[in-house]
């Protein structure tokens, strides 16, 4: 099954609504049947104790006679047993010799096989017109009576029974008018539960539509705290993620600035020398590629790169370009190692003395020597140098400080970048006389110098 032709699922409203009101309804059910059964059980209960009491004052007028024989004093004066067919119903003996109550009438008390000596026994028989009766059967033996005396007392269970059932249909009333109140306060609470939701849902729109938002900025309940502050985190990440595609392409373009522009240097003035330029820069864009294809700049602090070639191999490239005006002058302290990659030195300083020729008014000079463990690269130029409240601007990317100027605001950014990567340094400062000093702080290589 293709995902389009798959059946959507119920959606959580109404899985919290079905949930609840089957909750509701069986709770209502079992409830009413419980209280049901325990009414019964109480009137019955009751029933019981009640024909315990006539059972005891029934025995009570049981006489013995002379020849051990009995006899009934006389018949107990409740009007229960003295209308006929009333429900309630009392006999003592058995056949011919035996007594039973008024409201027997001419009928019987079918109660069974004859109650053995011992313990009273409960009984649910039919009554003489068709009643179900419930009786207290218990065969006696009475100081001065030969044999055990058979005492039967039984009364209609009509009363409880129909008692039950009414308690039943009030009770279940009760219930259903509860269920629909609960079921109204849940639907309420199902709402009011799912409106954190709706909320999100919302957020999300608004950060589809372009909105810097997140869902942070909002108060959430416990349960959805984790979910909102995963989502922000997910977009915390894509944007880091654009972000860092953005400026892996900004670089490359940058990185790939220079080498373009000494090719179109090259093309107008073609000469015997113009294949190995050719070839030099186009080694030199394949690895800026290879770089960013690799995620970034690749440390290699194991490596070592003499610090004079770069610089006189980016001297000459930096005369050669079109417009070059800025004197270049080299002052590289022999035996001056970077402890680095060659293409990260050149891509340092060939930001930094690109940006040095752009604002120079006649001379840049490139100086590196080596001060205890660390090299010292400085680019000067004698132009008019940074204010100095926008020094610290001048290395955020993207910063361009005149616009007249061309460029893309990069370049130092970039020398910083690769500078802290071998936790080394790049920091700008005017010079007394006027000109900017760009200074590298870079590790070197022990022993170097």
């Not at 059946?7 to 509701?24: K, N």
């Not at 019955?44 to 006489?63: S, V």
Request: include cysteine; charged fraction near 25%.
């Amino acid at each position: 099954m293709t995902p389009a032709a798959r059946p959507r699922a119920l959606s959580l409203r109404w899985r919290l609504w079905l949930a609840g009101v089957a909750g509701v309804a069986g709770v209502a059910l079992v409830a009413g049947g419980l209280l049901g059964a325990l009414f019964e059980r109480s009137g019955l209960r009751a029933l019981d104790r009640r024909l315990d009491d006539d059972f005891a004052t029934l025995a009570g007028l049981i006489e013995a006679r002379p020849g051990g024989g009995w006899t009934m004093a006389r018949e107990p004066a409740d009007e229960r047993y003295a209308r006929v067919f009333s429900g309630w119903y009392w006999r003592v003996g058995e056949g011919a010799d035996g007594v039973q109550s008024r409201s027997l009438w001419d009928g019987e008390l079918a109660a069974g096989e004859s109650p053995p000596a011992g313990p009273a026994r409960w009984l649910d028989v039919p009554g003489p017109r068709g009643q179900q009766l419930r009786v207290r059967a218990q065969r006696l033996r009475l100081p001065g009576v030969a044999a055990a005396v058979p005492v039967l007392v039984a009364a209609d269970r009509g009363d409880v029974i129909a008692e039950t059932r009414e308690f039943r249909r009030i009770a279940m009333l009760v219930f259903a008018a509860s269920a629909a109140a609960l079921l109204a306060l849940l639907a309420w609470q199902v709402e009011w539960g799912l409106r954190p939701l709706r909320r999100m849902r919302g957020i999300l729109e608004r950060v589809r539509n372009g909105d810097d938002v997140r869902f942070g900025q909002a108060r959430w309940p416990a349960e959805a705290a984790p979910l909102a502050q995963q989502i922000d985190e997910l977009l915390d990440e894509h944007a880091r993620r654009v972000e860092r595609a953005r400026t892996a392409a900004q670089d490359l373009a940058h990185e790939l600035k220079t080498p373009l522009s000494v090719l179109a240097a090259e093309s107008e003035r073609p000469g015997p020398a113009i294949a190995t330029t050719v070839a030099e820069q186009v080694a030199r864009m394949r690895v800026a590629v290879d770089r960013r294809l690799a995620g970034g700049f690749a440390v290699d602090a194991r490596q070592r790169t003499p610090v004079a070639p770069v610089v006189e191999a980016l001297c000459r490239l930096f005369a050669a370009a079109p417009h070059a005006r800025a004197e270049l002058v080299q002052e590289v302290e022999p035996g001056a190692v970077f402890a680095g990659a060659r293409e990260d030195l050149e891509e340092m300083l060939g930001n930094l003395i690109d940006n040095a020729t752009k604002w120079a008014r006649g001379r840049v000079r490139i100086v590196a020597a080596r001060e205890a463990d660390r090299l010292r690269v400085q680019v000067i130029d004698d132009g008019p140098g940074i204010p100095e409240e926008t020094l610290e601007a001048a290395l955020r990317r993207g910063v361009r400080l005149d616009e007249r100027v061309p460029g893309s605001g990069l370049g130092l950014a970039i020398a910083d970048g690769i500078a802290a990567g071998y936790d080394g340094a790049l920091s700008l400062r005017n010079l007394d006389g006027g000109g900017l000093c760009a200074q590298l702080t870079l590790p070197t290589a022990p022993g170097a110098g």
